[in-house]
């Protein structure tokens, strides 16, 4: 089957009910170097995820038998699963929808209809984010260290679970400790400077980042700086 095929090619899973979206979908994704494998509602993907070993899943929200909130909750229930990179695909464009996308575990949110060209830039962007053989060695910050080779992120010596975007997060910030970068700085640094994604996106994900840090009642390390934006320093507060 082509999607076995070259198997150093990234695989992507498509989850879509629309046939004919799911069909263009697979025909662009092999064009542009990628193998596809689908699934045609929430519990076939499931067992897609328990067979295959995805790169990338592209999640529409409205699915029979199981919806994509309810899949994306699944897969990151699931500890080899919990760095998978999620773009979830849906109608529903308004910002609660989009927030509540992301709170579930999504790395990121496309509403129908959308660009071809900027869903294949998203998801080199994410696949280039999320290829821990590109960045090699280690960061510390006070008791937090990350093993950029290993993609392993510690709290003294507690393992931290941190998805592909948490971990770019908190990679930028161990790089650039006690310095305050705004919404928009985040994006360019860590989304990259060709994705367009709302400021408010980088709330949702330091939440996130800050759930899985703050573990039995640790220190804060991220302190939030009012019309400024965010920085690792230590403090945790509200400044």
């Excluded at 006070?142 to 507690?158: F, K, Y």
């Excluded at 161990?174 to 928009?184: A, K, M, N």
């Excluded at 573990?215 to 390390?221: L, S, V, W």
Aim: net charge neutral.
């Amino acid at each position: 089957m082509m999607d076995r095929d070259n198997p150093t090619k990234p695989l992507i899973l498509i989850v879509e009910d629309e046939a004919a979206l799911a069909t263009m979908l697979r025909y662009n994704l092999e064009k542009d170097g990628y193998r596809v494998c689908e699934a045609g509602d929430g519990e076939e993907a499931l067992m897609v995820l328990a067979e295959r070993n995805p790169d990338l899943v592209l999640l529409d929200w409205m699915l029979p038998v199981m919806s994509g909130i309810e899949v994306c909750r699944q897969i990151r229930r699931r500890p080899r699963r919990r760095d998978l990179p999620v773009i979830m695909l849906t109608a529903r464009g308004e910002e609660s929808d989009k927030v509540r996308g992301l709170n579930t575990g999504a790395d990121d949110y496309l509403s129908k209809p959308f660009s071809l060209p900027e869903l294949l830039a998203r998801i080199k962007a994410l696949l280039r984010r999320t290829q821990p053989a590109q960045a090699k060695g280690s960061l510390v910050y006070e008791d937090i260290s990350m093993d950029m080779t290993a993609h392993r992120v510690l709290r003294g010596t507690q393992n931290i679970h941190l998805g592909p975007t948490e971990f770019r997060l908190l990679q930028f910030l161990l790089q650039h400790p006690g310095c305050v970068f705004s919404r928009e700085e985040l994006l360019n640094a860590v989304w990259g400077p060709d994705i367009y994604v709302e400021p408010r996106t980088v709330d949702v994900h330091i939440r996130r980042l800050r759930k899985a840090l703050n573990i039995d009642g640790a220190k804060d390390i991220i302190r939030t700086v009012r019309a400024a934006g965010y920085a690792l320093d230590g403090d945790g507060t509200v400044s």
